[in-house]
C-alpha cells in the first residue's frame, strides 16, 4: 500500500517523567495461582532494558500486560506516559512487539506478511522491510508454513523494528537465530538505540543480556527481586578468591568476615591455600586480614554475568 | 503398550473405544426393550409393524431402507443400520485425517520420524492400530446388541450380529482411507472436511439412488452403495460378499495411494503430482529481493479477512449448488416417484409441507430441508475462523498494532456476515439459473426470501458464536455447534417429542420456517437481527475486558 514512514520522533507522547515504562505495584493472579505480585518497576527512555528470570518466573505475564493482552488484577503501568489500559491503541502505534511464541498465516508469504502487518500499522518503507530482509538473510518471497523456526523469528524481529517504534518490547527474540543472525540482530537493536528507542528486553541468555542492556532486572516467582545496572550487578558478583599462604592460617578468621561464604582450606604442594568466595564490598577486609599472614600469592576471578545470576537465585532461593 | 508405535497408537484410542464404543453399546442394548414395546406381541402387532414401516419407508430419502420389522434383527436394521455408517463415519473421518497429518501438524511425528523407522513403519502401524480401535468400537456395539436381546428375549443371529458389524466397520474404515489420502494433499482441517462431504455425498446419493432412476449408474462408484448391500441382521437381504470384498478393495487402495502419496511427499508438505509441481527458480543470491506486494487484499483487516474466507466462500458455495443442481436435473423423476408416498404420510405435514404436488414444496423439502443446516453448518466455520485467531495464537501480534478490540472485532463479524452473504448468493444465483435451465419455475419472492432468510441464520448463529468466543474461545465452536443441532432437533422433532411450543420457537430453524412455500416471516427475522446485534455488543464489552488468551 503506501509508503509513509515513520520516523523516530514524530507524532509521539510526550511523558514528562522521562520514563518509557513504569509498572506500579502491578499484579496479576489466575485464580489461586501466582502470576506476578507486586511488580514495581522503571525503565527510563533510551535505554536497554533486560529483563531476566527463569522459565515461569512472569516474564511473558509481565510483558502481556504491558500490552494490553492480559488484564492486571491490579495495579497499573504506563508507557510512554500512556496508561496501558486507557490509552492501549495510542500505546500500540509507538510500540514494537515480539512475543515469545508466536504464529502467522500458514499460506501467506513473508512479503505479504509483512506488507499486511505494515498496512496495520498505516505504511511502512518498504525499503527498510527490504533492508532488514537482506541483513537477516530472509528469503520473502516463502510462505510462513515452509519458514524454518528461525526465519519465522526474522518474520517477527522485522513486523517489531520496521516503524521505527519508540519501544521495542522483546520476549526471548533470538531463540532459533543462527550466531552470524544473532549479532546482526544485536547490532540492529544498537541501533535502534541510538535512534533513541528504549528497549525491553527479556531473555535468560545471560551474554546478550550482558553485551547489549544498560540495566537489568530480575524476577523470581513472580516477583521483582533486583533492578541494577549491569556495572551494579557486577557488584554482585562473589568474586572467587585463592589466597596461598607458605604456612597454615586459621580458615575461621576468614570465615567469619561479612560478605565471605564458602571458605575451604587445603594444602597442596607444600602450599596452604584457602579459597573462598568474596562479595564485592568485603574484599577490602580480605585483603587486609590476608595481609596479617605470609601471603604468597593472591589470585581473584570475576565470576561471569551467568554464575552471578544463578548464584543469585540460589541465595534468593535459599532466603525464602 | 508403549513398546512399539503400534500400541501406543492404540493406546491413544482406548478412552475413544471405550466412549464411541460404549455409547453405541449402550443404545444397542435398549433397542431390545424398545423392540419389545414397540411392538410388543399383541393382536394388533401385524398393524402396528405395517403402519410403522409406512412411515419410516417416508424417510427413506433420509435413512434409506425398511427391512424385516417383524424380527428384531431387521427392527435394528431399519433403525440404525444406515445411521451407523454416519455415526462411525464422524468418528473415522476425524480419526483418519488425525493419525498422520494431525499428528504432523501438532509436531509429534517429527520426533517419531527421528527413530529408526521407515515412514512406512510409521505409516502402517497406526493404521493397523486405528482398524483395531474400529474393531474396538464395533465389538462393544456389537456386545450391546447380544445383551439387548438377551435382556428383551427376542431372537437374535449372532452370525448376522457379527457380520452386519464387520459391515458397518468395514464402510468406517472405507471413510478412514478417504480421510487419511485427502490427509496428503491438504492440512487437517480441510482433510475432515472435505471427508465429511464424501460421507455426507456418498450417502445422499445412495439414499436418492432408490427413488431416481437415471441416476442408478452413480451406485458402481459409491462406496456407501457397497455397504448398503450387506444387510446380515436382516433374514431377507443377509451378507453380501461382493460388498463386502468390494469394500476391502476400497480400503486397500485408499490407504495404499495415502500411503504412497506420504512416502513421496516433503514432511509438513502436501503431495504434488511431479507434473504439476511449480519448478523453483534458481537464484545466484541467497536472499530473494521483492517489490513490495501491493495486493488489495491486504489492505486492511477487513479485505484480508474476506481473503481467507474466499476459498471456503467458492467450495460450500459450488458444494451446495451442486447439490441443488443435482436436485434439480432429476426433479421430474423425483416428482412422479415420490408425490403419492410423501402425500400419504403425516409426517410431512407436521414438518409444514402442506401440498406435496408443486415445485415449491418438492424443492424445500429435498433442498432446503439440507441446506438450511449446510449453511448453519457454514456459520459455524465462521465462527471457528475466529476463535482460531486467537487460539493459534496470531492475535498476540495483531493486537500489538494499533487496532482497537472492538473494531477488531466487529471487522471480523463483519467479513463471517460478507463471506456468509456470498456464499449464500452464489447458491442463489446457481439454483435461480438451474430452475431456468431445467424448467422447474418457482415463485422468485419465495425463492429470494428463501435465501435471505438462509443469510439470517448465519447472522443469528455468527452472533451467537462471536459472544460465546467473548468468554471461552476454547470451548465457543463446540458449544455453538451443539446449540445449532439442538435448535434442529427441537424444530424436526418439537412434535413428535410433544415439546412445548414456547421451546420449540427457540430455534432458528423454526424461525426459518418454509420460505420458498410461504414466504419469509419478518418479525422473527428482525428479532434474529436484534438479537444479533446484542449479542455483538455484549461480545464488544466482554471482548475488550478479557485476557487473550495463548
Not at chain 1, 131 to 149: I, V
Not at chain 1, 167 to 196: C, I, S, W
Not at chain 1, 203 to 225: A, F, N, T, W
Not at chain 2, 213 to 228: D, G, R, V
Request: proline share 3%; aromatic share 10%; glycine share 10%.
Amino acid at each position: 500500500m503506501s509508503t509513509v514512514s515513520q520516523v523516530a520522533g514524530a507524532n509521539r507522547p510526550n511523558p514528562a517523567t522521562g520514563l518509557a515504562i513504569q509498572a506500579q505495584n502491578l499484579t496479576k493472579r489466575y485464580g489461586q495461582a501466582r502470576g506476578v505480585t507486586d511488580l514495581n518497576l522503571e525503565v527510563r527512555e533510551g535505554e536497554v532494558f533486560g529483563f531476566l528470570g527463569p522459565n515461569g518466573a512472569g516474564k511473558t505475564t509481565t510483558i502481556r500486560m504491558f500490552l494490553n493482552l492480559l488484564k492486571p488484577t491490579s495495579g497499573r503501568v504506563t508507557l510512554l506516559g500512556l496508561d496501558s489500559q486507557q490509552d492501549s491503541v495510542e500505546i500500540r502505534k509507538h510500540i514494537g512487539y515480539l512475543p515469545g511464541e508466536f504464529s502467522l498465516y500458514p499460506n501467506l508469504t513473508g512479503a505479504k506478511t509483512l506488507e499486511y502487518f505494515a498496512n496495520l500499522r498505516g505504511g511502512v518503507d518498504w525499503t527498510r522491510i527490504k533492508n532488514m530482509a537482506e541483513r537477516l538473510e530472509l528469503d520473502l518471497t516463502k510462505k510462513f508454513r515452509q519458514y524454518s523456526r528461525g526465519n519465522k523469528q526474522k518474520v517477527g524481529i522485522i513486523q517489531a523494528l520496521m516503524h521505527h517504534p519508540r519501544l521495542l518490547v522483546l520476549d526471548e527474540p533470538t531463540g532459533g537465530l543462527d550466531p552470524l543472525n544473532q549479532q546482526e540482530f544485536y547490532k540492529m537493536v544498537e541501533e535502534a538505540r541510538q535512534e533513541g528507542t528504549t528497549v525491553f528486553f527479556s531473555s535468560h541468555i545471560m551474554s546478550e543480556v550482558e553485551k547489549i542492556c544498560d540495566r537489568v532486572g530480575i524476577i523470581r516467582e513472580g516477583q521483582l527481586i533486583k533492578v541494577g545496572n549491569i556495572v551494579d550487578l557486577t557488584d554482585l558478583k562473589n568474586h572467587h578468591i585463592e589466597l596461598i599462604f607458605s604456612e597454615k592460617v586459621p580458615a575461621e578468621v576468614f570465615a567469619k568476615l561479612p560478605g565471605v561464604d564458602h571458605v575451604e582450606a587445603s594444602s597442596e604442594e607444600g602450599r596452604e591455600i584457602l579459597r573462598c568466595t568474596v562479595r564485592s564490598e568485603a574484599l577490602d577486609h580480605v585483603v587486609k586480614t590476608a595481609a596479617h599472614y605470609p601471603l604468597v600469592d593472591f589470585i581473584s576471578r570475576e565470576p561471569s554475568l551467568e554464575e552471578t545470576f544463578l548464584d543469585y537465585y540460589r541465595n534468593e532461593g535459599k532466603a525464602s | 503398550m508403549l513398546r512399539n508405535i503400534f500400541l501406543k497408537t492404540l493406546r491413544d484410542y482406548r478412552w475413544q473405544i471405550l466412549i464411541w464404543g460404549g455409547g453405541i453399546g449402550l443404545l444397542m442394548l435398549v433397542y431390545g426393550p424398545a423392540y419389545n414395546s414397540v411392538f410388543g406381541a399383541g393382536p394388533n402387532r401385524d398393524q402396528i409393524i405395517a403402519d410403522y414401516k409406512k412411515t419410516v419407508d417416508s424417510f427413506s430419502i433420509l435413512t434409506g431402507k425398511v427391512y424385516d420389522l417383524d424380527t428384531f434383527g431387521g427392527f435394528i436394521t431399519t433403525k440404525i443400520g444406515s445411521g451407523m455408517p454416519i455415526i462411525l463415519g464422524i468418528w473415522a473421518l476425524l480419526a483418519g485425517s488425525m493419525i498422520i497429518r494431525g499428528e504432523e501438524e501438532r509436531g509429534s511425528l517429527d520426533l517419531l520420524l527421528s527413530t529408526p523407522h521407515t515412514r512406512t513403519s510409521v505409516f502402517l502401524q497406526k493404521w493397523a492400530a486405528l482398524m483395531l480401535a474400529m474393531a474396538g468400537i464395533v465389538g462393544l456395539s456389537f456386545l450391546g446388541i447380544l445383551g439387548g436381546a438377551a435382556a428383551a428375549k427376542v431372537e437374535l443371529d449372532p452370525v448376522g450380529a457379527l457380520m452386519a458389524h464387520i459391515n458397518w466397520g468395514l464402510g468406517g474404515l472405507v471413510i478412514c482411507g478417504f480421510a487419511l489420502l485427502i490427509g496428503q494433499l491438504t492440512t487437517r482441517k480441510a482433510a475432515a472436511g472435505w471427508t465429511g462431504g464424501i460421507l455426507a455425498g456418498t450417502f445422499l446419493l445412495n439414499n436418492l439412488v432408490v427413488n431416481v432412476e437415471s441416476l442408478k449408474w452413480t451406485q458402481y462408484i459409491n462406496p456407501a452403495y457397497y455397504a448398503s448391500l450387506s444387510q446380515p441382521l436382516a433374514r431377507s437381504v443377509g451378507t453380501n460378499w461382493v460388498g463386502i470384498i468390494v469394500q476391502v478393495l476400497f480400503m486397500v487402495v485408499l490407504v495404499a495411494i495415502g500411503l504412497w502419496m506420504y512416502r513421496q511427499r516433503d514432511h509438513n508438505g502436501y503431495f504434488e503430482l511431479r507434473v504439476f509441481k511449480r519448478s523453483e527458480s534458481v537464484t545466484s543470491r541467497k536472499v530473494r529481493l521483492v517489490a513490495e506486494p501491493k495486493e488489495f487484499w491486504l489492505r486492511n483487516n477487513f479485505t484480508f479477512g474476506l481473503r481467507n474466507a474466499l476459498p471456503g466462500v467458492i467450495i460450500w458455495g459450488l458444494s451446495l449448488s451442486a447439490y441443488s443442481l443435482l436436485i434439480l436435473s432429476v426433479f421430474d423423476d423425483l416428482k412422479s416417484s415420490m408425490v403419492d408416498l410423501l402425500n400419504s404420510v403425516d409426517f410431512f405435514k407436521q414438518l409444514g409441507f402442506l401440498n406435496l404436488t408443486n415445485n415449491e414444496n418438492i424443492l424445500s423439502l429435498f433442498i432446503f430441508l439440507f441446506t438450511v443446516l449446510l449453511v448453519a453448518a457454514y456459520a459455524v466455520v465462521q465462527v471457528s475462523g475466529w476463535t482460531s485467531e486467537e487460539n493459534s495464537g496470531r492475535l498476540e501480534l495483531v493486537l500489538s498494532t494499533p487496532q482497537p478490540r472492538w473494531r477488531f472485532l466487529l471487522t471480523n463479524f463483519g467479513v463471517a456476515l460478507a463471506s456468509s452473504a456470498l456464499m449464500v448468493g452464489l447458491v442463489y444465483v446457481i439454483f435461480g439459473l438451474s430452475t431456468w435451465a431445467f424448467n422447474v419455475p418457482v415463485s422468485f419472492g419465495n425463492t429470494l426470501a428463501a435465501y435471505f432468510g438462509l443469510w439470517i441464520i448465519c447472522v443469528i448463529i455468527e452472533a451467537v458464536g462471536f459472544v460465546l468466543a467473548a468468554f471461552g474461545p476454547g470451548w465457543a465452536v463446540g458449544v455453538t455447534g451443539g446449540l445449532v443441532i439442538l435448535s434442529y432437533l427441537v424444530n424436526t422433532l418439537g412434535d413428535t417429542l410433544k415439546l412445548p411450543q414456547a421451546v420449540v420457537d427457540l430455534s432458528v430453524f423454526k424461525q426459518y420456517g418454509q420460505p420458498l412455500i410461504e414466504g419469509l416471516k419478518w418479525t422473527p427475522q428482525i428479532v434474529m437481527v436484534v438479537l444479533s446485534i446484542i449479542f455483538i455488543g455484549v461480545a464488544i464489552y466482554r471482548f475488550r475486558q478479557r485476557d487473550i488468551t495463548k
